[in-house]
């Protein structure tokens, strides 16, 4: 019988949460390195057609990711990396704009990884897992889980500054980083209806109730 979210059944304008974690449990990100390859692929895959055009005449290596562009297809709302898997949140606008922009990432990813540390086969544990998020209450508590997901880890790598976490603080900004949409609840109290709250950061880092239980099946991971 096939692995819980292993089968997916898509939608256009739907929103997932992806996740996929390296075989055996193995870490998959070795070092910082390793993290900014990851987003590397993630920037190419879906920065605006237009941007990635632009720099291509600087960098004509680009010109090859412009075929395989995938940012009309998939916004990436969320995202962290962690020692042995990864979460994405995204919205899909085709029925297969998800398959297209996993086969890309994790080939690339692969790729280079095998390359750097001398290795052959697999990096991935089967396939990813993929779950179809249908109510506001989930959009927003997966974002938060998201990103809570790297506090507390011991690593030598701080996996707190790769998640898309500082996006919505607006501490950093990106074109293929999409927090609009969430952050778009709280600033409309009529939506966001979540008690007295009064931004985006208090809802992660204060909010009484635990994520974790509200999702439960949605966070796809494993013991």
Not at 29 to 47: G, V
Request: include cysteine; proline fraction near 4%; glycine fraction near 4%.
């Amino acid at each position: 019988m096939p692995a819980k979210n292993i089968l997916k059944d898509y939608i256009e304008n739907g929103h997932y949460h992806l996740y996929n974690r390296g075989v055996e449990k193995r870490d998959i990100f070795l070092d910082k390195q390793d993290c900014l390859i990851f987003l590397h692929y993630l920037k190419l895959y879906l920065s605006p057609i237009e941007e990635l055009k632009e720099q291509s005449l600087f960098m004509p290596r680009l010109n090859r990711f412009l075929v395989k562009n995938l940012s009309k297809e998939v916004n990436l709302l969320s995202f962290s990396l962690m020692p042995n898997h990864f979460h994405l949140q995204v919205v899909q606008f085709t029925i297969d704009g998800i398959t297209k922009l996993m086969r890309r990432l994790i080939t690339s990813y692969v790729m280079y990884f095998n390359k750097k540390y001398k290795r052959v086969g697999g990096l991935f544990q089967n396939n990813f897992k993929a779950t179809l998020i249908e109510s506001d209450e989930f959009l927003l508590h997966l974002s938060r889980y998201i990103h809570l997901n790297p506090v507390g880890v011991i690593s030598p790598v701080n996996f707190i500054e790769f998640s898309s976490y500082p996006y919505y603080l607006e501490k950093k900004q990106a074109s293929w980083i999409k927090p609009q949409e969430i952050l778009g609840y709280f600033k409309n109290a009529q939506r966001k209806n979540l008690n007295d709250l009064s931004s985006y950061q208090s809802f992660v880092e204060d909010f009484h109730e635990s994520s974790v239980e509200i999702l439960r099946d949605l966070i796809l991971e494993e013991d």
